[in-house]
């Protein structure tokens, strides 16, 4: 890790000079909190005098509400794919250009046409990742590969989760083998008593920094997020990952113009800046998740990509979400009234 260090002020060095148009204006970025660089952001200034304004927020559904709403004047912001698919549906994305585009190319195959864009004309892939299980193993001697073997008596007091109400309901539901992205009246009523019990047994729910609770020792095991498991993994290798043997959720993030952005051509370079390898690896070293830039993934190391929550091995059972319309406010009250009943 210490070469790879010493050479990424090189790339983007490089990165920053692969350019010597200079496009004076500004861009506004509406996007997720500690999930872009700030030195990939600076060194697209450098290069082409756009100044960006970077907004962030904490949820999918604060996203959808703004834009919903016509709240601020954003030109390019970064939805997970269900939020994207919303939103291609109620024409609040604008189609992108791809002639713009000529480092869409480095995209993985397996990451084009997923279903919230089936024809990829409004989205890009930014990071993907998955949502599993890290085992402190130095504390837990006993297997730990399903939402089973975590939500036991055995570890009250000694788990952190998500603070998610649909992630924790589709945990629920994978466990009694029911379709994730299906939910309805009858499976939230099935799913109830799961999760009754599940959240009498957590210490802490966290969604921003659930690695805190683990590097701490407040927990022993917990339901995070891919990149902070990778983290740990970094950190210390008794920080074991696993997919979940019943199944996981694959998000896929994405950038994407909303239809009213006022500087659509600025929106257009910043995508195109970050889909060069040399810039995409920078974002990867800062935040481990999975890379769908293919031609980024050769920069890595060979740590990098043997990190088992950036790349799981193996073929496990993954899914992304897909939108699910007024059942969204039903899972978020269920979860809340049997937190607030715990």
């Known amino acids: 890790m210490k070469s790879h260090r010493l050479i990424l002020p090189a790339l983007l060095a490089l990165a920053i000079g692969a350019g010597s148009a200079r496009a004076a204006g500004e861009l506004n970025l509406f996007g997720w909190s500690e999930y872009i660089p700030q030195s990939v952001l600076d060194g697209f200034t450098k290069e082409t005098g756009i100044k960006v304004n970077f907004e ?30 919303v939103m291609i549906r109620q024409n609040l994305l604008s189609p992108l250009d791809p002639r713009l585009l000529p480092n869409l190319k480095n995209i993985a195959p397996e990451f084009r046409h997923r279903p919230h864009d089936p024809a990829g004309r409004y989205t890009v892939p930014y990071m993907s990742g ?21 939500f036991t008596p055995a570890f009250k007091d000694r788990i952190v989760v998500l603070n998610d109400t649909r992630e924790i309901v589709t945990w629920a539901l994978y466990t009694l083998k029911l379709p994730i992205n299906t939910i309805n009246a009858e499976s939230l009523a099935q799913a109830r008593p799961v999760v009754a019990n599940w959240v009498k047994l957590v210490k802490v729910f966290d969604s921003d920094s659930p690695k805190t609770a683990l590097l701490n020792g407040d ?28 199944g996981a959720h694959q998000f896929i ?79 978020d009250r269920l979860v809340t009234d049997l937190k607030s009943a715990r």
């Open 219 to 246: 927990v022993d095991v917990g339901v995070v997020w891919s990149g902070e498991a990778a983290i740990l993994w970094k950190e210390n290798k008794k920080f074991q990952y696993f997919i979940p043997t019943e």
């Open 56 to 85: 962030t927020y904490a949820s999918n559904e604060e996203l959808l509400s703004k834009l919903v709403a016509g709240g601020g004047s954003y030109d390019l912001v970064q939805p997970s794919d269900y939020a994207a698919e």
């Open 130 to 150: 998955t949502v599993g299980i890290v085992v402190n193993t130095e504390k837990v001697k006993t297997p730990v590969h399903s939402y089973s073997d975590v």
């Open 253 to 331: 993030d994405v950038l994407a113009i909303p239809a009213n952005a006022k500087n659509k051509e600025a929106a257009h370079k910043l995508i195109d800046y970050i889909l060069r390898p040399e810039v995409s690896v920078l974002i990867s070293e800062a935040f481990p998740y999975t890379n769908p830039n293919q031609a980024a993934r050769k920069l890595l190391t060979p740590e990098q990509l043997a990190n088992p929550a950036s790349y799981p091995p193996g073929s496990p059972k993954l899914e992304t979400f897909r939108d699910i319309g007024k059942a969204a406010a039903d899972v």
